[in-house]
């Protein structure tokens, strides 16, 4: 069972973020229909942003860019084919890659690039294992429900916090209290800007 691969390459739970880059609901030939984990995953983050959706106007949308996401993935994909370049590849591989990556998996065209997924099959192959920023979100309010998280609030209590358990963390830089900035000792590079 591959593990889910966490990036925030996108602003969280907007049905702008879902007309734009990907489909809000799961087409028959979408690897988000089998049973592992990780499409649970994602099915899970897709209904928690119906569930928060208004009834009228947002749902409105977010069937309309499910209803035309066969025909506006090719136009993404072209754009971000566009926008990236081919790279090593040639323009109608890597056309057709992020096609079938956008269409099977349900991918974001612009994922393809930041997860690097053109670097080898076997990391194409692993492309559904992504969760996307706009996916996380509604994870996060499905794990935490309308508890708050204070470590999430402070950065230096999320450091410590991390830090005693053995998490690799870095350290904070720096850190406002009362609108003046409090340099970090466990940084080791301080970068100060002039008022000037």
């Not at 749902?59 to 209803?67: D, E, Q, T, V």
Request: proline share 7%; glycine share 6%; charged share 20%.
């Amino acid at each position: 069972m591959p593990s889910a691969i966490l990036c925030a390459d996108a602003p969280g739970g907007s049905v702008t973020t879902f007309w734009s880059i990907h489909s809000a609901i799961i087409w028959p030939w979408f690897s988000t229909r089998q049973k592992t984990q990780i499409a649970q995953l994602h099915r899970l983050a897709l209904s928690g942003e119906w569930r928060d959706e208004t009834p009228s106007l947002g749902r409105a949308l977010l069937w309309i860019s499910g209803l035309t996401w066969p025909v506006r993935a090719p136009l993404l994909c072209a754009w971000a084919l566009r926008r990236n370049g081919a790279g090593s590849r040639r323009l109608f591989q890597r056309y057709l890659d992020l096609l079938w990556l956008a269409l099977r998996h349900n991918l974001p065209p612009t994922s393809y690039y930041v997860f690097r997924l053109f670097e080898s099959a076997e990391v194409r192959r692993r492309a559904a294992s992504y969760l996307h920023g706009f996916e996380l979100q509604p994870l996060f309010v499905y794990v935490n429900g309308a508890r708050r998280v204070p470590e999430v609030d402070d950065k230096d209590r999320f450091y410590q916090s991390f830090r005693d358990r053995g998490v690799p963390t870095c350290p904070p830089v720096v850190t406002f209290r009362r609108g003046e900035p409090e340099w970090s000792n466990r940084s080791t590079t301080r970068t100060r800007r002039s008022r000037h």
